[in-house]
């Protein structure tokens, strides 16, 4: 909606500086979109939200700027001398369907010189948009944009018998609409009539036949009201949008009609001559009444936390054209003007005197009988932890669809089908079911991003999956972390070594090994298989007693199948376990006071037995001045025989209370090689 300041002013004096006057507009709910020009000749544009079609006026918009800042509100002052003959001896309205057409009048005007329109008013015409056509047509529109009622204008001569209908179209008939369409009708659309055929289709466009043009000198004058659905259903329909159907399919007031109609009779007697009939055929079965709320002012206080007195509330309803009156202790009886059909309880009063009050006046309470338990959950809070953590190590949050199909899962080695929980009306192919995993959607990132020639991809994504449950629990969901690394950490990073940006499986583990420290977590990682991933470079992660997870290089034939334009590695963990099992209070210790004693050991095993079986065995035999163990080499070849490998780790030991005695570290040592032997069959290098 377009509001030239100029126009405006006719209607309410601007008490405030433009910029003030837009940011007064915008806290009330009035969106002030830009502004184009400046001082008088500003032109505002506004964002009018679907339920106040009383601001699709001049009008409207004067009225909110009045009962925003106190200025009084100026009504056109409207006047016009009338001919002796009536309007009704000539023209005769009736509407057959009240429920789709609920007020319809027509006004005569005899001997119009149809010819441009005013200068004035072609410029106000341009700033709102509409492009003028002569002073007839021109006046209508002026007349919409002003008072927010759609008029139309008819070629009275071309009127059969002087008669109209309000009526729904009938099988066969078919209009053509002022753009030149031939548009075909069926029942489901609602026409105005004349006694042979139908001459316009209501409140969306008038018809070519029936056109006002230059050789045109009586004017038949249409102002109604339609109602909002059928006007709707028929632009929608006919791919026909116009002014008044924009207004139509929100709201026009219809009490306002008539009024509207002897504004523009005004007009167009100033602008064409002519005389206007006296009186107007005005059909309105079922007048509509102003409806009444009642407002419990004390819930309204308590509501806003401001102490506003009864009689402040009224005073600032009745700038909007209400009318209040006590009706008992602390409530008011509120009579609505029918401009306002969007007031409908007292919720809907509550929001207006806050609006006019200013929300920014408002003051910021706490709210009584808080809940100490308000605010973000701990599992939630633990969320946003860890996406920080993800995010300052270099990874990019993504987000995906949840929706996928089992086709989808299973191209990628996932069990899908009869886990899967379908939806009852899936909108398209793409998204029948709901997804067991979040590694289909995150090895499609890698892809397009692949596609797109970008091969440096460190994301992760913390969704949910869905499952199907047993007979208590139908459907169940859980929250997974699911990570991927392709490529480097960075196109470039001069202070890191290549080892450290280069993805790999050891980077993925490394990440997933910080994460788990983060939570205060410790796991352990196993050899394992997975359909998507490398049969040999693969492992589950177990934590508290079960498996939490999978991470491991991707599969070579899915790689290429994908297109990955390098190695990728992806891990997918069960968030929900790391989060019941998360220590989230931290310990903190002062630094060491003494100093540690270092040894290291290194020991031939089976080439089978892992790194971690040995770390187990050494801080289990270490005993309590056992600080850390750390391996930090590994070697396989003939010098250790078939089938071996050779490890070598540090041993640190450090007593918390004292310095070590000489010997102490020494005979752990002589523990740790001990169990070595015994319960890995190790044979120690010395």
Same mark, same amino acid.
């Given at each position: ?26 806290? $009330? ?5 830009? *502004?184009?020009?400046? /001082? &008088?000749?500003?032109? =505002? #544009?506004? +964002? ?120 729904? $179209? ?5 209009? *053509?609409?002022?753009? /030149? &369409?031939?548009?075909? =009708? #069926?029942? +489901? ?131 909007? /054209? ?6 008992? +202790? ?357």
């Amino acid at each position: 909606m377009k509001v030239p300041l100029k126009w405006l002013e006719e209607y309410v004096e601007l008490r405030l500086p433009l910029p003030e006057l837009c940011d007064r507009l915008t806290m $009330a709910g009035l969106t002030v979109e830009s *502004v184009y020009g400046a /001082g &008088e000749e500003a032109v =505002l #544009t506004l +964002e009018v939200t679907s339920n106040r079609g009383d601001w699709l006026s001049l009008l409207g918009v004067a009225r909110e700027v009045a009962a925003l800042t106190g200025a009084p509100f100026r009504l056109p002052d409207v006047a016009f001398a009338e001919g002796d003959e009536l309007s009704a001896d000539s023209v005769s309205v009736e509407i057959l369907d009240p429920a789709l057409g609920p007020r319809y009048s027509g006004r005569l005007l005899r001997g119009v010189t149809v010819g441009p329109s005013p200068a004035w008013m072609q410029e106000r015409l341009q700033q709102v948009g509409v492009r003028p056509i002569n002073n007839i047509v021109d006046v209508t529109n002026y007349v919409c944009f002003e008072y927010g009622q759609p008029l139309h204008a008819f070629d009275f001569s071309r009127i059969a018998q002087g008669k109209l209908q309000v009526r729904r $179209a009938r099988p066969g008939e078919s209009l *053509v609409t002022l753009d /030149g &369409e031939d548009r075909p =009708l #069926t029942e +489901e659309r609602l026409v105005i009539a004349d006694a042979e055929r139908p001459v316009a289709l209501a409140g969306v466009m008038g018809g070519l036949d029936s056109e006002v043009t230059d050789s045109t000198t009586d004017v038949l004058l249409e102002s109604a009201h339609f109602a909002s659905e059928g006007i709707r259903k028929t632009a929608k329909a006919l791919a026909l949008r116009s002014e008044a159907s924009y207004r139509f399919e929100r709201w026009v007031d219809p009490n306002g009609a008539v009024a509207a109609s002897d504004r523009a009779t005004q007009l167009i007697l100033q602008t064409a001559g002519g005389t206007a009939c006296k009186g107007v055929v005005d059909a309105y079965p079922h007048p509509l009444p102003p409806a009444e709320v009642e407002l419990d002012t004390a819930w309204c206080r308590r509501v806003l936390g401001v102490d506003l007195p009864d009689s402040d509330m009224a005073g600032l309803l009745a700038r909007l /054209g209400l009318h209040c009156e006590p009706a008992g +202790e602390a409530r008011l009886r509120c009579t609505v003007p029918t401009f306002r059909n969007d007031l409908h309880q007292k919720e809907d009063l509550v929001e207006e005197v806050a609006r006019l009050y200013g929300y920014n006046n408002l003051p910021t309470t706490v709210p009584p009988n808080l809940s100490p338990n308000a605010g973000l959950s701990a599992a939630r809070r633990l969320e946003f932890a860890v996406r920080d953590l993800l995010r300052a190590g270099g990874l990019s949050e993504v987000v995906s669809y949840s929706l996928t199909t089992p086709e989808e899962t299973a191209h990628f080695g996932l069990a899908g089908g009869d886990d899967m929980i379908a939806l009852r009306n899936p909108l398209t192919a793409e998204a029948t079911h709901l997804r067991t995993s979040l590694l289909p959607a995150i090895l499609r990132v890698l892809e397009l991003n692949s596609r797109r020639r970008v091969g440096e991809v460190w994301a992760f994504e913390l969704g949910k999956r869905y499952v199907l449950g047993g007979e208590v629990s139908p459907a169940r969901e859980s929250r997974r972390l699911c990570l991927a690394l392709m490529g480097r950490r960075a196109t470039s990073a001069w202070n890191r070594s290549e080892p450290e940006q280069q993805a790999s499986f050891y980077a993925l583990k490394g990440v997933v090994e910080e994460l788990l420290a983060f939570l205060g977590i410790q796991a352990t990682y196993t050899a394992a298989t997975h359909a998507a991933l490398h049969p040999h470079r693969t492992a589950s992660v177990e934590a508290a007693g079960q498996e939490v997870g999978v991470l491991g290089e991707v599969h070579p034939e899915l790689a290429e199948k994908l297109g990955l334009l390098g190695r990728a590695y992806v891990a997918e963990l069960d968030f929900e376990t790391l989060a019941d099992n998360a220590v989230t209070d931290r310990a903190y210790a002062s630094l060491p006071r003494f100093p540690s004693a270092d040894r290291d050991v290194a020991f031939i095993v089976d080439a089978q037995r892992t790194w971690r079986e040995a770390e187990l065995v050494s801080r289990e035999s270490g005993g309590e001045l056992l600080e850390s163990v750390a391996l930090f080499d590994e070697f396989r070849g003939e010098q250790v025989g078939a089938g071996k490998r050779s490890l070598a780790c540090s041993l640190r030991f450090r007593h918390p209370e004292r310095t070590l005695e000489e010997g102490e570290a020494d005979r752990q040592v002589d523990a740790v090689k001990a169990a070595l032997r015994d319960k890995l069959g190790a044979a120690i290098r010395e």
